[in-house]
Protein backbone atom coordinates (compact mmCIF):
# COMPACT_ATOMS: atom_id res chain seq x y z
CA UNK A 1 0.00 0.00 0.00
CA UNK A 2 2.83 2.38 -0.52
CA UNK A 3 1.47 6.36 -1.34
CA UNK A 4 -1.91 4.58 -1.24
CA UNK A 5 -4.69 5.74 2.26
CA UNK A 6 -6.40 2.56 3.51
CA UNK A 7 -9.87 3.55 3.90
CA UNK A 8 -12.59 2.09 6.13
CA UNK A 9 -16.06 2.23 5.76
CA UNK A 10 -18.48 4.51 8.03
CA UNK A 11 -18.73 1.82 10.36
CA UNK A 12 -15.61 1.08 11.01
CA UNK A 13 -14.35 4.20 11.56
CA UNK A 14 -17.15 4.85 14.13
CA UNK A 15 -16.16 1.91 15.81
CA UNK A 16 -12.33 2.66 15.85
CA UNK A 17 -13.35 6.17 17.20
CA UNK A 18 -15.06 4.68 19.99
CA UNK A 19 -12.53 2.14 20.51
CA UNK A 20 -9.75 5.40 20.77
CA UNK A 21 -12.27 6.82 22.91
CA UNK A 22 -12.35 4.05 24.97
CA UNK A 23 -8.26 3.60 25.08
CA UNK A 24 -8.32 7.27 25.58
CA UNK A 25 -10.36 6.58 29.61
CA UNK A 26 -8.12 3.81 30.11
CA UNK A 27 -4.92 5.53 30.20
CA UNK A 28 -6.68 8.78 31.82
CA UNK A 29 -7.34 6.31 34.50
CA UNK A 30 -3.96 4.35 34.61
CA UNK A 31 -2.46 7.42 34.95
CA UNK A 32 -4.48 8.60 38.15
CA UNK A 33 -3.72 5.57 39.30
CA UNK A 34 0.23 6.34 38.58
CA UNK A 35 -0.25 9.20 39.99
CA UNK A 36 -1.97 7.93 43.26
CA UNK A 37 0.21 5.62 44.03
CA UNK A 38 3.49 7.68 43.75
CA UNK A 39 1.85 10.03 46.24
CA UNK A 40 1.30 6.84 48.58
CA UNK A 41 4.88 5.75 48.16
CA UNK A 42 6.10 9.17 48.20
CA UNK A 43 8.63 8.09 45.34
CA UNK A 44 8.00 6.21 42.14
CA UNK A 45 6.86 2.67 42.29
CA UNK A 46 8.67 2.07 38.66
CA UNK A 47 11.47 2.98 36.56
CA UNK A 48 10.59 5.37 34.06
CA UNK A 49 10.83 3.30 30.79
CA UNK A 50 8.90 0.73 32.68
CA UNK A 51 6.33 2.88 33.82
CA UNK A 52 5.76 4.36 30.62
CA UNK A 53 5.51 0.84 29.37
CA UNK A 54 2.70 -0.43 31.92
CA UNK A 55 0.81 2.91 31.80
CA UNK A 56 1.20 3.06 27.45
CA UNK A 57 0.34 -0.94 26.65
CA UNK A 58 -3.01 -1.41 28.28
CA UNK A 59 -5.10 1.30 26.48
CA UNK A 60 -3.48 -0.13 23.41
CA UNK A 61 -4.10 -3.73 24.02
CA UNK A 62 -7.81 -2.87 24.52
CA UNK A 63 -7.79 -0.53 21.49
CA UNK A 64 -6.42 -3.42 19.40
CA UNK A 65 -8.80 -5.83 20.74
CA UNK A 66 -11.60 -3.67 20.60
CA UNK A 67 -10.86 -2.72 16.90
CA UNK A 68 -10.15 -6.62 16.19
CA UNK A 69 -13.73 -7.72 17.78
CA UNK A 70 -15.81 -4.81 16.03
CA UNK A 71 -14.23 -5.60 12.49
CA UNK A 72 -12.61 -2.66 12.35
CA UNK A 73 -9.02 -3.51 12.47
CA UNK A 74 -8.22 -3.14 8.40
CA UNK A 75 -10.04 -2.01 6.01
CA UNK A 76 -12.68 -4.26 4.10
CA UNK A 77 -10.49 -3.91 0.66
CA UNK A 78 -7.41 -5.11 2.81
CA UNK A 79 -8.44 -8.52 4.66
CA UNK A 80 -5.08 -10.50 5.27
CA UNK A 81 -4.89 -13.32 7.66
CA UNK A 82 -3.01 -12.81 10.35
CA UNK A 83 -0.29 -15.70 10.88
CA UNK A 84 -0.93 -17.68 13.85
CA UNK A 85 2.66 -19.12 13.89
CA UNK A 86 3.94 -15.90 14.36
CA UNK A 87 1.38 -14.43 17.23
CA UNK A 88 2.67 -17.58 18.85
CA UNK A 89 5.99 -16.97 18.45
CA UNK A 90 6.03 -13.23 19.91
CA UNK A 91 3.71 -14.57 23.02
CA UNK A 92 5.89 -17.24 23.66
CA UNK A 93 9.25 -15.30 23.07
CA UNK A 94 7.86 -12.09 25.91
CA UNK A 95 7.39 -14.77 28.14
CA UNK A 96 10.65 -16.51 28.15
CA UNK A 97 12.14 -12.60 28.40
CA UNK A 98 9.92 -11.93 30.88
CA UNK A 99 10.78 -15.23 32.68
CA UNK A 100 14.47 -14.90 31.95
CA UNK A 101 14.05 -11.72 34.01
CA UNK A 102 12.81 -13.32 37.00
CA UNK A 103 14.61 -15.98 37.30
CA UNK A 104 18.02 -13.15 37.14
CA UNK A 105 15.95 -11.01 39.93
CA UNK A 106 15.83 -8.37 37.10
CA UNK A 107 12.54 -7.06 37.38
CA UNK A 108 13.15 -4.84 41.09
CA UNK A 109 15.79 -2.32 41.10
CA UNK A 110 15.91 -0.41 44.55
CA UNK A 111 12.14 -1.38 44.98
CA UNK A 112 11.20 0.06 41.78
CA UNK A 113 10.11 -2.19 38.87
CA UNK A 114 12.22 -2.49 36.11
CA UNK A 115 11.37 -2.20 32.10
CA UNK A 116 11.88 -6.45 32.21
CA UNK A 117 8.71 -6.76 34.23
CA UNK A 118 7.04 -5.17 30.82
CA UNK A 119 7.84 -8.10 28.70
CA UNK A 120 5.19 -10.59 30.84
CA UNK A 121 3.11 -7.38 30.02
CA UNK A 122 3.71 -7.83 26.12
CA UNK A 123 3.22 -11.58 26.39
CA UNK A 124 -0.54 -10.45 27.77
CA UNK A 125 -1.16 -8.11 25.36
CA UNK A 126 0.03 -10.40 22.17
CA UNK A 127 -2.65 -13.41 23.79
CA UNK A 128 -5.18 -11.12 24.06
CA UNK A 129 -4.99 -10.19 20.19
CA UNK A 130 -4.38 -13.67 19.42
CA UNK A 131 -7.76 -14.50 21.34
CA UNK A 132 -9.65 -11.94 20.17
CA UNK A 133 -8.35 -12.92 16.71
CA UNK A 134 -9.53 -16.41 17.00
CA UNK A 135 -12.94 -15.44 18.34
CA UNK A 136 -13.79 -12.90 15.81
CA UNK A 137 -12.85 -15.49 12.88
CA UNK A 138 -15.00 -17.91 14.59
CA UNK A 139 -18.27 -15.20 14.61
CA UNK A 140 -17.73 -14.61 11.04
CA UNK A 141 -17.43 -18.48 9.82
CA UNK A 142 -20.80 -19.01 12.65
CA UNK A 143 -22.14 -15.72 11.00
CA UNK A 144 -20.55 -17.27 7.45
CA UNK A 145 -22.74 -20.61 8.07
CA UNK A 146 -26.15 -18.74 8.94
CA UNK A 147 -26.42 -17.16 5.29
Known sequence: MS????????????????????AFWILAA???ANCLLREILGRPW???????????????????????????DAPLH???????GLDIAKIVTSLLLGIQGIR????????????ECAWLLFALGFGAILIASALRRRKDAR???EE
Open 3 to 22: GEKRKYDERQALSRARAGQM
Open 30 to 32: MVS
Open 46 to 72: ATPFAEEVILILPPLIAWRVRCIWTDA
Open 78 to 84: DRQRRSL
Open 104 to 115: RGLTAENGMLTE
Open 143 to 145: EEA
